[in-house]
């Protein structure tokens, strides 16, 4: 048995450190969007972070605009944005479309995956689309404990290492686990966690190769783009969106902001 | 932007096309393949399951029961069958209550107030009379029901049943060559049309997104739920012995939510079949697993997500809404009001179909809200049928401590279980509210379909009217 008390007192621990802001999100330090597959929390964690009480159901596809709304945390100011739940984003539907959009040009400082432990095969399919286009993302391994209700174990020490970025159990229902993911947020935003995170690796050698030789001209054209095979993908999948970002230039919105804060930490 | 970095990127995007053709396979698939494979290689590697206890089989046994091919639906009527039953016999007495407050005892105590103070009669009407009495109204007979519907609702919901529902019914939509994600909108329609609406982004073909979305209307909502509910109790409930009277009630607005799926049914299938010709897609749905329902929390929301928030809208509109109504009914053309020349004008057409003249303009004045159709029924058919010791005046809306004064009116003003019967049909079938034809504009971007969705109910109510009419005359002559 754990002591509850001993928890309560260190800092990791220290919900005190958690000020919710409910939709104040004036002068905020940092985006954090939160993804994942539909009906696996993720609006039950947006209402834990910012105490708003946005209606929460027990069914796929409640939430199909954005939500946001603000916390404080370690006196830093958050802005979170709770995104539509999606199975991929490669599809062309507007619910999939609202939530890539976000991450790739909205570029939070950190994507907040919620995954269904009891499903991780699939909705690690969403985790890894989501790293090819970010490098900063945390998995929230939320429903844990219906996990352990059905026997169902998971290795997240393993997991950590194999997708290079933090994972971190929750059972979001029961508040449990919030505070680490609070930490894990500020740790990745500061910078003192490192993101590695897992690249698809293609599994045709003629696909890999275009990848790569079309990366390079684009890092060429777009220096300092943080997804560069990301962005071939698309354009070898076909991607209009894409095509007319490439083309407009707005992709290169991205590289603008990535440069900013670069220049701030040579600083 | 200069020439020569828009060549460099239209190269970039050349040699992409190159590329893709080069490689020769399907691109898509194979991307989508790669994905999967490191998915699964990675979730193999670390998840562990250990040998499955019986609590998980134990989910499965529900689902096998309540989404089997026998059991399925007859579950589903039964449980809303329970969820209306309940919402029936519990609404009437709290009702009465608080009509009793803010009809019987604040009204009077107002209009005193005012009158008093010395402020010119109209005023007095108009406040007192039209907007204070129209939201006195909406409160009492929307409140109680709403209050035990929405929480039962709720807990349905958050104990994972809706998505079983959609189960069921998805592969009816499908072969009328809809999406199956429809019966999801669908079911989200039984709440609020303009959420429904809202939820059909999770459609991705256009062509089936629109079909969700001009037959949303068919499924029951908040603001029509009391309206039913009222309604059944009276006619239908009426004409049944008392001991049966609450299920036979409850039974009849479960077959109008029906007739309502049955026609969003019928209707795409019409539309799937004509100006919107299709396959459907193929689609897969997630049974959630059973939640326990957190109980205090499911209140907490229904009560301030739900009840508040409709409550408040039919509010908000029942005050313009009652001005309107005590200005047609004292406003006078050549001697008579405004109400009765409209009503005696449009009377041989509604009663042809089984209506009549007043319900007509209690939904043209109810456009903004479906909520406040049946306050302004009852106000115009005291006003129209000149019932005596009712109110205090023509334009006024009387008070209505209990369902069996409103029955009375009713009665008075000429209505029979044909109107009753036939009421409870057009408010299935009938335009959307102002918010909704605004939703769906904003949705769609398009004149054509917003028209489409609105007009198109409207004629098949006073079809559907029209037919129940011809075939109760000819079984009642």
């Not at chain 2, 409160?139 to 998505?163: C, H, K, Q, R, W």
Request: proline content about 4%; charged content about 20%.
């Amino acid at each position: 048995m754990i002591d509850q008390n001993k928890c309560e007192a260190c800092p990791v621990h220290n919900a005190g450190n958690l000020k919710r802001l409910g939709i104040n999100m004036d002068k905020f330090d940092f985006v954090v969007a939160l993804a994942g597959n539909p009906n696996t929390g993720k609006s039950t964690v947006f209402n834990n972070l910012t105490g708003l009480k946005q209606h929460t159901g027990n069914w796929p596809g409640k939430t199909v605009t954005r939500a946001e709304g603000g916390f404080e945390f370690n006196k830093n100011r958050y802005k979170l944005i709770d995104l539509p739940g999606t199975y991929s984003l490669l599809s062309t539907s507007t619910d999939e479309e609202i939530a890539r959009d976000f991450i790739l040009f909205g570029q939070p400082d950190v994507t907040v995956v919620v995954v269904d432990a009891t499903r991780l095969e699939r909705n690690l399919n969403l985790v890894l689309q989501v790293l090819e286009i970010t490098d900063r993302a945390i998995v929230c391994l939320n429903l844990m404990d219906e996990a352990g209700r059905r026997n169902i174990e998971i290795d997240e020490r393993a997991l950590t290492r194999d997708l290079g970025i933090p994972v971190v159990p929750t059972e979001a229902r029961q508040d449990v686990g919030i505070p680490e993911l609070l930490k894990t947020v500020d740790d990745v935003v500061t910078g003192k966690l490192i993101c590695k995170p897992y690249r698809i690796t293609g599994s045709s050698k003629g696909l890999t190769k275009a990848v790569e030789n079309l990366a390079e001209k684009i890092k060429n054209e777009f220096p300092g783009l943080p997804n560069a095979r990301w962005v071939a993908l698309r354009l070898l999948d076909g991607d209009q969106k894409i095509i007319d970002a490439v083309r407009s230039g707005e992709i290169s919105g991205i590289v603008k902001r990535n440069a900013i804060e670069e220049n701030f930490a040579t600083v | 932007m200069t020439t020569n970095q828009i060549n460099e990127r239209e190269k970039l995007i050349a040699s992409a096309n190159t590329l893709r053709w080069e490689i020769g396979e399907n691109i898509h698939d194979s991307i989508i393949e790669s994905i999967y494979t490191d998915a699964a290689k990675i979730a193999n590697k670390v998840v562990r399951i250990k040998e499955q206890k019986k609590k998980y089989s134990f989910d499965q046994t529900i689902d096998r029961i309540v989404t089997s091919k026998w059991l399925g639906f007859p579950i589903m009527f039964l449980l809303l069958a329970v969820v209306f039953w309940v919402t029936i016999e519990g609404a009437n007495v709290p009702s009465g209550l608080i009509a009793n407050l803010l009809v019987d005892t604040l009204h009077p105590l107002l209009k005193d107030f005012i009158a008093s103070v010395g402020i010119p009669y109209w005023i007095n009407g108009v406040l007192i009379d039209g907007a204070y009495l129209a939201m006195a109204w909406v409160i009492s007979v929307m409140l109680p029901p709403m209050a035990i519907f929405f929480p039962l609702f709720t807990l349905l919901e958050d104990f994972g049943y809706l998505p079983r529902v959609a189960f069921n019914m998805d592969n009816l939509y499908r072969k009328v060559g809809a999406h199956g994600k429809q019966a999801l909108t669908m079911t989200m329609g039984f709440g609020c049309n303009a959420a429904g609406i809202i939820a059909t982004r999770i459609i991705d073909s256009p062509r089936e997104r629109i079909i969700a979305i001009i037959t949303n209307n068919f499924s029951l909502c908040n603001g029509r739920w009391p309206t039913q509910i009222l309604i059944a109790t009276i006619f239908i409930g009426g004409a049944v012995p008392a001991y049966l009277a609450g299920l036979v009630s409850a039974a009849a607005v479960v077959s109008i939510a029906l007739l309502g799926i049955i026609f969003s049914l019928l209707v795409s299938w019409g539309l799937s079949k004509t100006v919107l010709k299709g396959e459907a897609s193929a689609f897969s749905l997630e049974l959630p697993p059973y939640r326990p329902p957190r109980i205090l929390r499911t209140l907490y929301t229904s009560i301030i997500d739900r009840t508040i928030f409709v409550l408040w809208r039919a509010v908000v509109f029942a005050i313009p809404a009652g001005i309107v109504i005590w200005l047609v009914a004292n406003v006078t053309i050549g001697g008579t009001n405004i109400a009765e020349h409209f009503i005696d004008w449009t009377d041989p057409f509604a009663l042809f179909v089984g209506l009549n003249g007043v319900i007509l303009l209690a939904y043209i004045i109810a456009i903004p809200a479906n909520e406040i159709v049946v306050p302004t029924v009852l106000m115009l058919t005291v006003l129209v049928a000149g019932i005596a010791g009712v109110g205090s005046g023509s334009g006024v809306m009387f008070e209505l401590d209990s369902i069996g004064d409103t029955s009375a009116i009713l009665h008075a003003g000429g209505w029979t279980v044909l109107t009753g019967v036939n009421l409870m049909l057009f408010s299935l079938l009938h335009n959307p509210c102002s918010t909704t034809i605004y939703t769906i504009y904003k949705e769609t971007k398009s004149i054509k379909w917003t028209v489409i969705s609105t007009i198109l109910p409207i004629i098949m109510g006073f079809a559907v009217c029209f037919f129940v009419a011809q075939l109760w005359r000819l079984i009642a002559s």
